[in-house]
């Protein structure tokens, strides 16, 4: 199939796509789709489409809310702290322990990720306030978890609406105790999408945690030349720990992760390193460019996804440095090149050419891209759940052939450009993967990495290689038709 | 470094000695008590197993800790999904709906449609119409489906969302289009699901009240009833229960309606999708007011639509087959209402299960249990493991609804060792930790989120219950009926042996014990 063919059949599929809906709806969605190539310089975005805005009632969009970006994304996962989910008690049970943001530590003594701390709204709560509700939650954690570094108390969308300050009670009780207590605006209704969660949890952790008063955890941090940060890194699977390892290999102390395997200390004393590390951009350039005004701090984004992404990733890095972490930066590359060959020798053959289709989050629909190129695999599309223009400006130079690019995606219109397009592989999260799983396609989640991963780093590069190669060549896919039902079988 | 030969994921590659480095290296900036002073931690998680601790942890009033339970709406896009080419439609915030789908779907392995009208500031404002109006067109172009559910997230119950005129707005506008997506008999049930009142089961049953009431408005015959019989298995997570229950009934050789019947919708066989299968018929839902009764499975997840069983002027009936004798009593009202023995190839059934259980006794007599789930899952469960002689020392319901924590004390009653007992209702499972660290048991049986008790405590966990997201395959099988008793048996009997093995394993300590035969 040449270039030009892939493309004439990408186009008439979004054309086909948008046929189905109401008129209304068909213009709103037409905007939301298109196809982008890597050479399209009159495009502002990749396939020129539009993103950030209200996703279309009743289509079945897989997008999540406020409360999800800032409790499930950017809180959750600092684990010396207590994350209340504040309000009626379903968000906080289905968003408990679902992203696997590892972490070291005693769980329900000194660290509480996987845990679920509800403030249980009752109907008493939404007709005479939360906020006396609010303040026994805060002490009685304090008194069952006493080691605990701070709470944040995640609104959930009744707050918002029935006047509850919990922004007044939490500065009452931290001043009378002492303790970080950090509140977050981010009810469910608020913004399109998990991304404005991702902001107001940012401006919390400027407001709370730079210029807030925080008890003492221990010595502060002595500086060194070479301190950097790991910023937008959630240490799914361990992804963090995949890459600090270059990281240090290379002679650089990352003294923060944030916020996968956090404590509020590293991030506390963030403003003191000389570089961040930015790997999610959208959920975490906020706060990296707050860094960057207060503290003089630069930023630099980065990929760790696949060979030829961490290679110029490295030197990107290195290149902030003096010549012995330039140095060093190459022996690292030189370390693990066998190892990558190896990796790429043994997966190559078995997966190249086949095609694949992505729908993720914050920075995945394009940085993983090259990870699958890297191992002969062809990317035809991709989408953003939560993207804004700049993620889709930073997708152009991603891709490396004709793409449909699909925002907000919905489950018919994914169906549909999977039937159409026929991709080998489907990747993408938990809500979609039985539907393509069922009509007999390999499918990979890529938010959670299947229960697998770490996915990031050299080591995380050579578990993707394989987990995809185990996706595509298991036995299990040629079941799906029976004897009786294949052609020229008896 | 990975070896090509032998590439590990997490669970081996952070063993490495490397990364052992780098993990003990990290500790120097971290400010938690682990790092600066693991003996501290120790001594607090010693502290936390305390009867001091635990007297502290059952005194809390507001902070919630790893409860059991969830919210009204989940339910009732269960119930939603129990019927034919129906679109769950949750009327609020889009985040809710993801977090439905996502649950349901870790938990059954199978796609949850469902869909929201993705509500945001505008709509908290100004109120959800025309997201309603938009939201209902769409779902039905796009979708096709026979009917539209509709439920609430507690954003559109806050700002006070009518679900009726919204519904009836939606097909008004819509005509003026020819009534091309919404046509004027196109049913569209709804109801008002809070978040913020009861759970999980609440919402269940909301939506089953307002589906059953709604559909037969109209066709409601109080003299001439129908021999037929209506059930509703309630918020059943288990696939192979609604299958022997169905079965139970065939067997009888009599004609009923499953009002609610997600079987097919979560259980498709691989080699297509389509995005709903199975489910009760439309046209049998609009006439089960007809129906001579009403059997419900869960009471207490139904406590509202069974109400509607007066105004039908139909028979209310409530059971739990759950266990032996839960099965015997569901039999024997079978009969009752067929006015037909009861089925020879179920007896014979009935005396396999009672086979199995007196071959088996010796291994759960007087085991100690904790267990935890929903109120009708509870009462069936415990009833069973008392059947077999086992000691229920904690049963917890943490969304237990009036009537079930006296109703469960009076089944604890029935056993000699009931002075052990203990009903906890309305509590979370970090008291059952503190529970099962003062009064320790054998064995504990409930969902996924007993994990961390099985890791703090050290007690082995069955498995039963909902949600199970780490174990697969288990929604398939069944726990109600004989053949699910069986199950239930076979599950428990064989986790006391592997934990006797387990136990007896030291090689030339204990494996003197460590017999091939048991």
Avoid at chain 1, 77 to 103: E, L, T
Avoid at chain 1, 405 to 412: A, G, L, M, P
Avoid at chain 2, 70 to 80: D, T
Wanted: some cysteine; hydrophobic content about 35%.
């Amino acid at each position: 199939m040449g270039p030009e063919s892939l493309e004439a059949k990408q186009k008439a599929a979004v054309e086909e796509v948008l046929k189905a809906y109401p008129e209304k709806a068909a213009k709103n969605r037409a905007k939301h789709i298109g196809v982008g190539g890597p050479e399209d310089e009159s495009a502002k975005t990749c396939g020129n489409v539009r993103s950030n805005k209200k996703t279309v009632p009743g289509v079945m969009s897989q997008r999540g809310c406020a409360y999800a970006g800032s409790k499930g994304v950017v809180w959750g996962p600092v684990k010396d702290m207590i994350h209340i989910s504040h309000g009626p008690i379903g968000c906080g049970q289905y968003s408990r322990a679902g992203r696997r943001n590892y972490y070291i530590g005693t769980t329900g003594v000194d660290t509480f990720v996987t845990m679920n701390f509800s403030s249980d709204f009752q109907e008493k709560d939404i007709v005479f306030g939360g906020d006396k509700k609010l303040t026994k939650c805060l002490e009685e954690i304090d008194g069952l978890f006493p080691l605990n570094n701070g709470i944040t108390v995640q609104s959930e969308c009744p707050i918002g609406l029935i006047g509850d300050d919990i922004n007044a009670t939490s500065k009452i009780y931290a001043k009378e105790t002492g303790s970080t207590i950090v509140p977050v605006n981010c009810e469910g209704f608020r913004g399109v999408s998990q991304s404005l969660g991702h902001h107001i949890a940012n401006d919390t952790i400027r407001d709370y945690v730079f210029e807030g008063s925080l008890p003492s955890m221990g010595e502060a941090i002595e500086t060194t030349e070479y301190d950097v940060a790991i910023i937008g890194d959630y240490n799914i699977g361990g992804d963090a720990w995949s890459s600090r390892i270059l990281l240090e290999e290379m002679g650089l102390r990352v003294t923060a992760q944030w916020s996968g395997d956090a404590t509020l200390k590293e991030m506390a004393q963030t403003p003191k390193v000389k570089l961040n590390l930015l790997h999610c951009y959208r959920s975490m350039n906020y706060i990296s460019r707050h860094m960057e005004k207060e503290y003089g701090i630069p930023w630099i984004e980065y990929n760790f996804f696949g060979p030829t992404q961490t290679i110029t990733s490295l030197r990107k890095i290195a290149a902030f440095f003096d010549e012995s972490i330039q140095a060093k930066c190459e022996e690292v590359i030189a370390k693990y090149q066998p190892m990558i060959d190896a990796v790429t020798a043994k997966y190559k053959p078995r997966l190249e050419g086949k095609q694949v289709m992505l729908f993720v989050g914050g920075l995945r629909p394009r940085h993983v891209i090259g990870a699958y190129e890297d191992l002969g695999m062809e990317v035809i599309g991709t989408g953003y759940e939560f993207g804004h223009d700049d993620d889709y400006k930073r997708t152009k130079d991603e891709i490396f052939r004709s793409t449909v690019i699909y925002d907000d995606v919905n489950e018919y219109e994914l169906e549909a450009f999977v039937k159409k397009l026929q991709p080998d592989l489907v990747a993408s999260g938990i809500k979609e993967k039985y539907v393509f799983q069922k009509m007999g396609l390999p499918y990979r989640q890529m938010h959670s990495w299947d229960y697998s991963g770490p996915y990031h780093g050299y080591d995380g590069f050579a578990i993707f290689a394989q987990d995809m190669d185990l996706a595509l060549n298991s036995p299990v896919w040629d079941h799906s038709t029976a004897p009786w039902d294949k052609e020229g079988e008896a | 470094m990975q070896d090509v030969d032998k590439i590990v994921n997490g669970k081996d590659l952070f063993k490495k000695p490397e990364y052992q480095e780098t993990l003990t290296n990290k500790k120097q900036f971290e400010g938690g008590m682990g790092a600066l002073n693991p003996a501290k931690v120790e001594e607090v998680a010693e502290w936390t197993t305390t009867w001091e601790y635990r007297e502290k942890n059952l005194a809390r009033e507001a902070i919630t800790v790893n409860p059991a339970k969830a919210c009204q709406p989940l339910g009732a896009v269960m119930v939603a999904l129990g019927f034919e080419n129906t679109m769950p439609y949750v009327h609020g915030s889009h985040g809710c709906v993801a977090y439905f789908r996502s649950y349901f779907t870790r938990h059954f392995k199978e796609p949850t449609p469902c869909v929201s009208d993705s509500m945001t500031e505008d709509a908290a404002v100004f109120g959800g119409l025309v997201n309603m109006k938009d939201g209902l067109k769409n779902c039905a172009a796009v979708y096709k489906p026979d009917m539209i559910m509709v439920s609430t997230t507690c954003m559109a119950e806050v700002i006070g969302d009518d679900l009726y005129a919204f519904s009836i707005a939606a097909k008004e506008e819509d005509q003026e289009d020819g009534g091309k997506y919404l046509p004027e008999d196109y049913p569209i049930p709804y109801a008002h699901t809070p978040s913020f009142v009861g759970s999980h089961i609440t919402g269940y049953d909301n939506m089953m009240q307002g589906t059953m009431n709604q559909l037969t408005d109209g066709n409601v015959d109080k003299e001439n009833k129908k021999e037929r019989i209506n059930i509703i298995p309630g918020f059943e997570t288990y696939i192979g229960s609604i299958r022997s229950v169905k079965a139970m009934v065939e067997a009888f050789d009599y004609d009923y309606i499953m009002l609610g019947d997600h079987s097919d919708q979560w259980d498709m066989p691989a080699g297509s999708y389509n995005m709903f299968a199975g489910g009760t018929k439309i046209a049998d839902a609009k006439d089960c007011a007809n129906s001579k009764a009403t059997i419900t499975l869960q009471k207490y997840s139904t406590v509202k639509t069974m109400k509607l069983m007066k105004r039908w002027k139909q028979e209310k009936v409530e059971l739990n087959p759950i266990g032996l004798k839960g099965t015997d009593e569901f039999l024997m009202k079978l009969s009752e209402l067929t006015g037909k023995e009861v089925p020879e190839a179920l007896k014979v059934e009935r005396g396999r299960l009672v086979d199995a259980m007196q071959d088996s006794y010796p291994y759960m007599h007087g085991k100690k249990f904790a267990i935890w789930g929903d109120p009708d899952f509870l009462l069936g469960v415990v009833s069973f493991l008392l059947e077999m002689g086992a000691e229920p020392t904690h049963v917890l319901c943490h969304n237990a609804p009036r009537g079930w924590e006296a109703e469960m004390r009076a089944l604890l009653d029935t056993s000699p060792a009931k002075d052990s007992l203990n009903v906890w209702a309305g509590k979370d499972l970090w008291h059952m930790r503190s529970l099962i660290f003062t009064e320790p048991v054998d064995f504990m049986i409930g969902n996924s989120y007993g994990k961390e008790l099985m890791r703090d405590t050290g007690t082995p966990l069955i498995y039963v219950g909902f949600p199970i997201f780490d174990r697969h395959h288990l929604h398939r099988y069944s726990i109600s009926g004989y053949d699910g008793g069986l199950n239930l048996l076979t599950w428990i009997t064989n986790k006391v042996l592997d934990q006797l093995d387990e136990d007896t394993k030291g090689i030339a300590t204990t494996d003197y014990f460590f017999d091939l035969i048991r």
